[in-house]
Protein backbone atom coordinates (compact mmCIF):
# COMPACT_ATOMS: atom_id res chain seq x y z
CA UNK A 1 0.00 0.00 0.00
CA UNK A 2 0.91 3.60 -0.55
CA UNK A 3 1.59 6.05 1.61
CA UNK A 4 2.95 9.57 2.58
CA UNK A 5 4.05 10.96 5.80
CA UNK A 6 4.48 14.98 6.45
CA UNK A 7 5.83 14.67 9.96
CA UNK A 8 5.15 18.65 10.65
CA UNK A 9 1.89 19.43 11.03
CA UNK A 10 2.59 23.08 11.77
CA UNK A 11 5.76 25.59 10.66
CA UNK A 12 5.51 29.10 11.72
CA UNK A 13 8.09 31.53 10.08
CA UNK A 14 8.87 35.06 10.08
CA UNK A 15 8.39 36.70 6.24
CA UNK A 16 11.87 36.48 3.95
CA UNK A 17 12.63 33.18 6.00
CA UNK A 18 13.14 30.03 4.18
CA UNK A 19 11.34 27.08 5.01
CA UNK A 20 11.26 23.43 4.06
CA UNK A 21 8.16 21.38 3.98
CA UNK A 22 8.99 17.32 4.40
CA UNK A 23 7.72 14.57 2.79
CA UNK A 24 8.63 11.03 2.86
CA UNK A 25 6.77 8.10 1.04
CA UNK A 26 6.51 4.44 0.96
CA UNK A 27 5.47 3.11 -2.19
CA UNK A 28 6.11 -1.04 -3.60
CA UNK A 29 5.82 0.36 -7.19
CA UNK A 30 9.23 1.06 -9.32
CA UNK A 31 7.09 4.01 -11.68
CA UNK A 32 5.25 6.40 -9.52
CA UNK A 33 4.50 10.53 -9.60
CA UNK A 34 5.00 12.50 -6.72
CA UNK A 35 2.98 15.90 -6.03
CA UNK A 36 2.83 19.22 -4.37
CA UNK A 37 -0.49 20.68 -3.39
CA UNK A 38 -1.26 24.09 -1.94
CA UNK A 39 -4.10 24.65 -0.31
CA UNK A 40 -5.24 28.23 0.84
CA UNK A 41 -8.02 29.07 3.13
CA UNK A 42 -10.60 28.80 0.10
CA UNK A 43 -10.22 25.29 -0.11
CA UNK A 44 -9.18 24.97 -3.25
CA UNK A 45 -6.09 23.39 -3.98
CA UNK A 46 -3.33 24.87 -6.29
CA UNK A 47 -0.96 22.03 -8.49
CA UNK A 48 2.96 23.42 -7.90
CA UNK A 49 4.67 20.31 -9.28
CA UNK A 50 4.49 16.91 -10.54
CA UNK A 51 7.67 14.47 -10.61
CA UNK A 52 8.11 11.23 -12.33
CA UNK A 53 9.90 8.64 -9.97
CA UNK A 54 13.16 8.18 -12.80
CA UNK A 55 13.67 12.28 -12.84
CA UNK A 56 15.37 12.81 -9.47
CA UNK A 57 16.68 16.19 -10.92
CA UNK A 58 16.25 19.11 -8.71
CA UNK A 59 13.76 21.90 -9.62
CA UNK A 60 13.37 25.32 -9.21
CA UNK A 61 10.75 27.45 -9.67
CA UNK A 62 10.97 30.90 -8.68
CA UNK A 63 11.38 30.88 -4.85
CA UNK A 64 10.11 27.79 -4.62
CA UNK A 65 11.89 24.51 -5.35
CA UNK A 66 11.88 20.59 -4.69
CA UNK A 67 14.94 17.68 -3.70
CA UNK A 68 13.79 14.67 -4.58
CA UNK A 69 15.93 11.94 -3.05
CA UNK A 70 14.61 8.11 -4.21
CA UNK A 71 17.30 6.65 -1.99
CA UNK A 72 15.78 8.06 0.95
CA UNK A 73 12.01 8.22 -0.53
CA UNK A 74 11.60 11.93 0.58
CA UNK A 75 10.40 14.82 -1.29
CA UNK A 76 11.16 17.96 0.20
CA UNK A 77 9.65 21.13 -0.71
CA UNK A 78 11.41 24.83 0.18
CA UNK A 79 10.24 28.58 0.08
CA UNK A 80 12.91 30.56 -0.39
CA UNK A 81 12.35 34.37 1.42
CA UNK A 82 9.16 33.05 2.70
CA UNK A 83 5.84 35.75 2.24
CA UNK A 84 2.84 36.28 4.48
CA UNK A 85 0.90 34.96 0.88
CA UNK A 86 2.54 31.98 1.08
CA UNK A 87 0.56 31.25 4.33
CA UNK A 88 -1.62 27.93 3.44
CA UNK A 89 -1.63 23.68 4.09
CA UNK A 90 0.65 22.50 1.73
CA UNK A 91 0.14 18.30 0.62
CA UNK A 92 2.78 15.91 -0.75
CA UNK A 93 0.64 13.31 -2.49
CA UNK A 94 1.62 10.15 -4.62
CA UNK A 95 -0.05 8.13 -7.22
CA UNK A 96 0.82 5.35 -9.32
CA UNK A 97 2.11 5.41 -12.80
CA UNK A 98 -0.26 5.42 -15.88
CA UNK A 99 -1.06 2.30 -16.86
CA UNK A 100 -1.60 0.88 -13.77
CA UNK A 101 -5.19 0.16 -12.76
CA UNK A 102 -4.93 2.68 -10.05
CA UNK A 103 -3.31 5.27 -11.50
CA UNK A 104 -4.85 8.87 -10.84
CA UNK A 105 -5.15 8.06 -7.59
CA UNK A 106 -3.78 10.25 -5.41
CA UNK A 107 -2.48 9.18 -1.58
CA UNK A 108 -2.06 12.76 0.33
CA UNK A 109 -0.25 13.10 3.25
CA UNK A 110 -1.58 14.65 6.15
CA UNK A 111 -0.81 18.50 5.10
CA UNK A 112 1.66 20.96 6.80
CA UNK A 113 -0.05 24.21 7.98
CA UNK A 114 2.31 26.79 6.92
CA UNK A 115 1.69 29.98 8.41
CA UNK A 116 4.05 32.83 7.74
CA UNK A 117 4.46 35.99 10.09
CA UNK A 118 4.72 39.83 8.46
CA UNK B 1 -4.57 24.93 -17.46
CA UNK B 2 -7.79 23.14 -17.60
CA UNK B 3 -10.51 24.34 -15.41
CA UNK B 4 -12.93 21.63 -13.48
CA UNK B 5 -15.80 23.20 -11.45
CA UNK B 6 -18.19 22.86 -8.89
CA UNK B 7 -21.88 22.92 -8.12
CA UNK B 8 -22.84 23.94 -5.63
CA UNK B 9 -19.60 25.77 -4.27
CA UNK B 10 -21.31 25.08 -0.71
CA UNK B 11 -24.57 23.91 0.64
CA UNK B 12 -26.55 23.56 3.99
CA UNK B 13 -29.09 20.93 4.39
CA UNK B 14 -31.42 19.28 6.56
CA UNK B 15 -30.32 15.58 8.43
CA UNK B 16 -32.08 13.16 6.11
CA UNK B 17 -32.23 14.97 2.96
CA UNK B 18 -30.31 14.13 0.06
CA UNK B 19 -27.57 16.30 -1.85
CA UNK B 20 -26.34 16.17 -5.51
CA UNK B 21 -23.01 17.36 -6.03
CA UNK B 22 -21.64 18.30 -10.08
CA UNK B 23 -18.18 18.16 -10.77
CA UNK B 24 -17.44 19.28 -14.80
CA UNK B 25 -14.78 19.91 -17.09
CA UNK B 26 -15.39 22.68 -18.87
CA UNK B 27 -12.95 22.56 -21.54
CA UNK B 28 -11.55 18.72 -22.07
CA UNK B 29 -12.56 15.80 -22.15
CA UNK B 30 -12.43 12.94 -18.38
CA UNK B 31 -12.56 9.26 -18.66
CA UNK B 32 -12.04 9.56 -14.91
CA UNK B 33 -12.78 11.78 -12.26
CA UNK B 34 -12.13 10.92 -8.65
CA UNK B 35 -14.04 11.76 -5.56
CA UNK B 36 -12.06 13.03 -2.11
CA UNK B 37 -13.22 14.50 1.24
CA UNK B 38 -11.93 16.20 3.55
CA UNK B 39 -13.08 16.80 7.00
CA UNK B 40 -11.82 19.88 9.13
CA UNK B 41 -8.09 20.20 9.58
CA UNK B 42 -7.32 16.64 7.67
CA UNK B 43 -6.14 15.34 4.92
CA UNK B 44 -7.96 14.73 1.27
CA UNK B 45 -9.49 10.55 1.70
CA UNK B 46 -9.87 9.78 -1.84
CA UNK B 47 -13.82 8.14 -1.48
CA UNK B 48 -14.48 6.74 -5.43
CA UNK B 49 -13.22 6.48 -8.75
CA UNK B 50 -15.50 7.29 -11.64
CA UNK B 51 -15.21 6.01 -15.04
CA UNK B 52 -17.67 7.32 -17.93
CA UNK B 53 -20.08 4.90 -18.71
CA UNK B 54 -19.84 2.60 -15.91
CA UNK B 55 -20.07 1.68 -12.95
CA UNK B 56 -18.22 3.67 -9.89
CA UNK B 57 -15.13 1.69 -8.24
CA UNK B 58 -15.57 2.90 -3.84
CA UNK B 59 -12.54 2.62 -1.37
CA UNK B 60 -12.92 0.61 1.20
CA UNK B 61 -15.21 2.19 4.03
CA UNK B 62 -16.80 4.14 1.85
CA UNK B 63 -20.56 3.54 1.56
CA UNK B 64 -21.70 3.09 -2.41
CA UNK B 65 -25.46 3.20 -1.43
CA UNK B 66 -24.78 6.62 0.92
CA UNK B 67 -22.85 7.88 -2.16
CA UNK B 68 -24.09 7.41 -5.16
CA UNK B 69 -21.77 8.49 -8.15
CA UNK B 70 -22.98 9.15 -11.14
CA UNK B 71 -20.19 9.66 -14.91
CA UNK B 72 -23.26 10.24 -17.37
CA UNK B 73 -20.42 11.72 -19.98
CA UNK B 74 -17.01 12.67 -20.72
CA UNK B 75 -17.71 16.07 -18.93
CA UNK B 76 -19.81 15.97 -15.74
CA UNK B 77 -19.62 13.36 -12.80
CA UNK B 78 -22.37 13.79 -9.97
CA UNK B 79 -22.20 12.29 -6.90
CA UNK B 80 -25.18 12.18 -4.32
CA UNK B 81 -24.98 11.80 -0.66
CA UNK B 82 -28.21 10.33 0.11
CA UNK B 83 -30.23 11.08 3.53
CA UNK B 84 -27.18 13.09 5.10
CA UNK B 85 -26.79 13.29 8.64
CA UNK B 86 -24.61 15.56 10.35
CA UNK B 87 -20.91 13.24 10.01
CA UNK B 88 -21.51 13.72 6.29
CA UNK B 89 -20.64 17.66 6.88
CA UNK B 90 -17.28 17.69 4.86
CA UNK B 91 -15.83 19.31 2.10
CA UNK B 92 -15.78 16.88 -1.15
CA UNK B 93 -13.29 17.40 -4.02
CA UNK B 94 -13.37 16.16 -7.29
CA UNK B 95 -10.86 15.95 -9.81
CA UNK B 96 -10.85 14.98 -13.88
CA UNK B 97 -8.11 13.23 -15.57
CA UNK B 98 -7.81 14.23 -19.03
CA UNK B 99 -8.31 12.10 -22.21
CA UNK B 100 -5.74 13.69 -23.69
CA UNK B 101 -2.94 14.27 -21.39
CA UNK B 102 -2.59 11.23 -19.53
CA UNK B 103 -0.46 12.44 -16.95
CA UNK B 104 -2.46 15.36 -16.03
CA UNK B 105 -5.34 16.01 -13.21
CA UNK B 106 -7.18 18.94 -12.28
CA UNK B 107 -9.09 19.61 -9.58
CA UNK B 108 -12.21 21.56 -8.88
CA UNK B 109 -12.95 24.34 -6.28
CA UNK B 110 -14.26 22.02 -3.49
CA UNK B 111 -17.74 21.77 -2.25
CA UNK B 112 -18.57 22.45 1.55
CA UNK B 113 -21.32 20.70 2.63
CA UNK B 114 -22.97 21.27 6.17
CA UNK B 115 -25.82 18.86 7.44
CA UNK B 116 -28.15 20.48 10.10
Known amino acids: AQKVTQAQTEISVVEKEDVTLDCVYE???????LFWYKQPPSGELVFLIRRNSFDEQNEISGRYSWNFQKSTSSFNFTITASQVVDSAVYFCALSEEFGGTSYGKLTFGQGTILTVHP | GAVVSQHPSWVICKSGTSVKIECRSL??????MFWYRQFPKQSLMLMATSNEGSKATYEQGVEKDKFLINHASLTLSTLTVTSAHPEDSSFYIC????????????FGPGTRLTVL
Open chain 2, 27 to 32: DFQATT
Open chain 1, 27 to 33: TRDTTYY
Open chain 2, 95 to 106: SAKSAEEINEQF
